[in-house]
């Protein structure tokens, strides 16, 4: 969703970020924004400063300087009650699903304790209501109500990524920051979960910031993006434009690494037709 006229869900203002121990910038003065109920993309190699500049998103990391803006208001990470606020709108999704869940849980549980801890914020005092959630979740994701007592274990990791979004989306979030959230799945199983992406922006209007290294992939996903080279954001744009008369020779590089852009994109849109 194109948004010129509406201001920023998130704006990511001039961030710098340093590493305990570490000499060198993770990030450094980079400012990205994201419009309500778009898919954003960020997009740069390994080590370039994308998960960090996420984490600062989702309030997980604070940055050395910089603001981070929410809805208009500046996040502060040293104020409990509106740093609570800011973490549940917005709701991480992880490259590696089965890290991100919890072994000895079952995905029920998972969700029921997601939804009780957040039961006061989210109007859901009453287990009924809680437990019809939780269905509804599962449903949403595109996972069968049964599968609530299987353990992450017994899961594929397309199905453990699915739990990992429907963990996300329970706190009714604005925006979810997805990390590579595919680049760990089977390429048949990337184009389902990439899909789910996009059923939930169209659906439930969460905006989202999409990080993946793939530029296959942030084409699919995005109209705009930001290119990310060693911890700053070196160009923006429409990826229609950015990846057709890229202007940055690092961006250049980048696409110039992968070939093959515009088959991958073919390749995957060849799986979508083919699992739907
Ligand atoms: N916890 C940490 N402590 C110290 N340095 C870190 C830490 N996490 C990341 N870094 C460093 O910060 C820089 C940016 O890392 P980051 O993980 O944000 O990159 P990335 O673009 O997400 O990479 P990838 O595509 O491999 O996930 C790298 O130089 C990395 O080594
Ligand atoms: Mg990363």
Redesign the pocket.
């Known amino acids: 969703m194109q948004s010129d006229h509406t201001s920023p869900l998130l704006a990511l203002d001039n961030i710098t970020v340093q590493?305990?121990?570490?000499d060198?910038l993770?990030?450094e003065q980079a400012s990205i924004v994201v419009y309500p109920g778009e898919i954003a993309g960020l997009v740069?190699?390994?080590?370039?400063?994308?998960?960090?500049?996420g984490l600062v998103a989702a309030g997980m990391l604070c940055p050395k300087q910089g603001q981070v803006v929410f809805n208009g208001r500046c996040v502060d990470m040293r104020e409990r009650v509106g740093m609570y606020q800011h973490r549940r709108n917005v709701q991480m999704v992880f490259?590696d699903p089965a890290g991100a869940l919890n072994p000895r849980m079952t995905i029920g549980e998972m969700l029921d304790e997601v939804l009780y801890v957040h039961r006061q914020a989210l109007g859901m005092r009453d287990r009924t209501r809680r437990e019809q959630r939780r269905d509804q979740l599962m449903d949403a994701v595109g996972l069968p109500k049964s599968m609530r007592h299987r353990y992450p274990h017994a899961l594929s990791g397309g199905q453990r990524q699915r739990v990992g979004i429907a963990r996300a989306l329970a706190v009714n979030p604005k925006l979810l920051v997805a990390?590579?959230p595919v680049s760990a799945l089977d390429v048949s199983v990337q184009v389902q979960i990439l899909n789910l992406f996009k059923k939930v922006n169209e659906e439930l209007g969460q905006a989202c910031l999409f990080?993946a290294?793939d530029l296959a992939v942030v084409r699919y996903m995005c109209e705009r993006a930001y290119v990310?080279e060693a911890?700053r954001v070196v160009e923006s744009g429409l990826c229609r434009l950015l990846f057709s008369a890229p202007e940055h020779p690092y961006t250049r590089k980048l696409i110039q690494a992968v070939p093959d852009v515009e088959k991958g994109l073919k390749l995957r849109k060849m799986s979508l037709s083919e699992s739907n």
């Open positions: 590493y305990e121990k570490s060198s993770a990030v740069g190699e390994s080590g370039s400063g994308k998960t960090t500049l490259q990390d590579e990080v290294h990310m911890g």
